[in-house]
Antibody, heavy 122, light 110 residues
Framework: QITLKESGPTLVKPTQTLTLTCTFS??????????VGWIRQPPGKALEWLAL???????RYSPSLKSRLTITKDTSKNQVVLTMTNMDPIDTATYYC??????????????WGQGTLVIVSA | QSVLTQPPSASGTPGQRVTISCSGS????????VYWYQQLPGTAPKLLIY???QRPSGVPDRFSGSKSGTSASLAISGLRSEDEADYYC???????????FGGGTKLTVL
């Protein structure tokens, strides 16, 4: 059974850097075709993909946020870390991490973590 | 503004069939599979349909997906109160070189 759980601060101040950790079990990030992604959802709004990291260390970022994001993995700890610099109140959202299936047979997020709410406020 | 376009809302009465559309372009839906996620109130999204029309284990066959050209649809037959949720379509986009989501459709069961 695959599970993922996000952790990090609930409240950050504007201009600060956000660091979120996704701790997972039930799969290895050394396995071909496997990745972990981060997706966020502002209150009452739609899902927005942020970043992906794959088994082979390949990384992808949302073009609109690329300059502010860094995604890394620690396979020994079964963790993926996302950092986002220069936080702004508009970044207030629930942040999800999700297991990524990425092969010729298709590309999807399943399952997702429960999400963690991040509020950006002075 | 989301890359994939969905109607913001849909509704139906119990037992009815409803469809939710998802419109994209040649760089996403036109070239790649479509996926659907269901987000029940207060919960994380859950994969509902993968590879255009495949259901993961445990998803009732009341849910079905289809794709034609640069558009896709999710159909829910025999509507039930527990289907009240937000539904998101998703695909891959070659221009953005990453996954893209629709703006979501809020389904209300009247």
């Amino acid at each position: 059974q695959i599970t993922l759980k996000e952790s990090g601060p609930t409240l950050v101040k504007p201009t600060q850097t956000l660091t979120l950790t996704c701790t997972f079990s039930g799969f290895s990030l050394n396995t071909y075709g496997v990745g972990v992604g981060w997706i966020r959802q502002p209150p009452g709004k739609a899902l927005e993909w942020l970043a992906l990291i794959y088994w082979d260390d390949d990384t992808r970022y949302s073009p609109s946020l690329k300059s502010r994001l860094t995604i890394t993995k620690d396979t020994s700890k079964n963790q993926v870390v996302l950092t986002m610099t220069n936080m702004d109140p508009i970044d207030t959202a629930t942040y999800y991490c999700a297991h990524r299936h990425d092969r010729a047979s298709g590309r999807w997020f399943d399952p997702w973590g429960q999400g963690t709410l991040v509020i950006v406020s002075a | 503004q989301s890359v994939l376009t969905q109607p913001p809302s849909a509704s139906g009465t119990p037992g009815q069939r409803v469809t939710i559309s998802c419109s994209g372009s040649s760089s996403n839906i036109g070239s790649h599979y479509v996926y659907w996620y269901q987000q029940l109130p207060g919960t994380a999204p859950k994969l509902l349909i993968y590879r255009n029309n495949q259901r993961p284990s445990g998803v009732p066959d009341r849910f079905s997906g289809s794709k034609s050209g640069t558009s896709a649809s999710l159909a829910i037959s025999g509507l039930r109160s527990e289907d009240e949720a937000d539904y998101y379509c998703a695909s891959w986009d070659d221009n953005l070189n990453g996954p893209v989501f629709g703006g979501g459709t809020k389904l209300t069961v009247l």
